[in-house]
């Protein structure tokens, strides 16, 4: 049996050691020479200091208890994580001791701040640094680094292996997914995280380390919300593209790497496919698969928008076009048009061309609006192309409803035909009353308005469940499918028909 010592040993030092133990340095100098005259107090003078200098070697370095204090009454900065990283590195021939490194991500924070505002915003950010730092140790370094990032210095540990940061990472990822109550709104966050070990880092100083981590984040905001990825040597050549977004973003589409992926859409009353939502990636091919949040902005920036819309468009048709020719019954598909090809004049002449050209009857198309268009000041051309497009025969889906507060005049006005409920009132929707009843109330105002609804981010069964038993028409999300290139869906088109139309199977009764 080992018996540890730490505890007493501290307890000794507290006692003996720090600035209240100076106020006794007079009294025992003046009762040395009281009692034993000068002798005495030439040895107490003697013996004091080395007393003093042995009890305080019992504490721990002042620096590390200082930086445990700076921890709690300042906010750590990216330089003190760095600090923290590079001291570990240096000491740990010595200690035998490694650090390691995380960096947190909100997810989908931008929507969260849109929606509530930016001093709610800031709550948050709060609160999930608080949420972070309550599951780690008083020693490791938590630095707010962007608006929703957070960089750890893991203290250095004997052994820092896989399966230690993985729980770790649960644990901050537990933390952050605690409901927030917010001006009386309950919020749900999840966090993606990226981290690397000492061991696996391209050099041993802090810098390296900090962006081996950043690459495993990436890697894992590539996947989904919630995510966690290692690092590992391959990543560094995937994610080490300076300017690589704004420089080949237009050769992109030339090599046509800028693809139309697939997601899924059931009815939650038969479980059969409704259609098809097409979304951007951009299948690199040093990177791998792009998600749309790293390139839409350099495709926006170079002003390649509208040829984006036109090259969704036609793989989606072609896909449709040739999910018939599989006899794949896909009632539709929908894709998202920028505000700027909206109010292009012409927009309905190249959709009206479009579906001529493969043939398709205009109810094969969905067109998705964000709510942010519908919500924002009139504008008559848009109003006429949606309105022209829904006579037409098109559909028309209202995307991300609740967080752009469109009036129910401006979605008469724009001819919504469909509402798809934002992912932030689903998450949890079969654990949380208040989200249960704010789905209800949008569900009911569909119902009286004569809109059919779609839940969006559906990644729970139980989530799936409790849509169905609400009342929810369609459901998409990872809980269905993930976004699937279009030589994935035939196989998984084949597989769904298949699952229908199967009969269930039933024990055997045995009298």
Known sequence: MRISFGPARQAFSDLFTGSHTYVFVPALTLGSFWLGGEAALVGVSLLLPVFFAAASG????????????????????????????????????????????????????????????????????????NRVRTVLRDRDIVAQVEKARFVIALAPVQRADLEALLQISGRIQSAIAEPLLIDAATIYLSASIGFCIAGDAPEKTSEPLLEAADDALAEARLNANGAIRAYSHEMRNKARFPNVMSDNVECAFENGQIQAWFQPQLSTDTGRITGFEALARWCHPERGVISPTDFLPAIENSGLSERLNEVMLFHALTALKSWDEAELNIPSVAVNFSSQEL????????????????????????????????????????????????????????????????????????????????????????KDQSQQRMVSAILSLAERLELETLAEGVETIGEHAMLSQLGCSHVQGFAVARPMSFEDSLPWIERQLAKLSAPPRFGRYIG
Request: glycine share 6%.
């Open 58 to 129: 019992f504490s721990e370095r002042p620096n590390e208890k200082q930086t445990r204090q700076d921890d709690f009454s300042r906010p750590a900065s990216h330089e003190d994580v760095c600090q923290a990283l590079e001291t570990a590195f240096s000491a740990a021939p010595r200690t035998g001791r490694t650090p390691a490194c995380l960096i947190v991500q909100l997810d989908d924070f931008d929507v969260l701040r849109k929606r509530f505002g930016l001093r709610a915003s800031e709550d948050i950010l709060c609160q999930s640094n």
């Open 343 to 430: 109010r292009n004049p012409k927009f309905v002449d190249k959709i009206k061309w479009e579906l001529d050209r493969f043939d398709l009857a205009p109810e094969r198309l969905s067109v998705e609006i964000l709510e942010t268009v519908v919500a924002g000041p009139g504008d008559d051309t848009v109003s006429r192309n949606l309105t022209t497009l829904a006579n037409l025969g098109c559909g028309i889906d209202l995307d991300d409803f609740g967080t752009g507060h469109a009036s129910i005049l401006n979605i008469r006005r724009f001819a919504v035909g469909r509402i798809k409920i934002d992912r932030s009132f689903i998450t949890h929707v079969d």
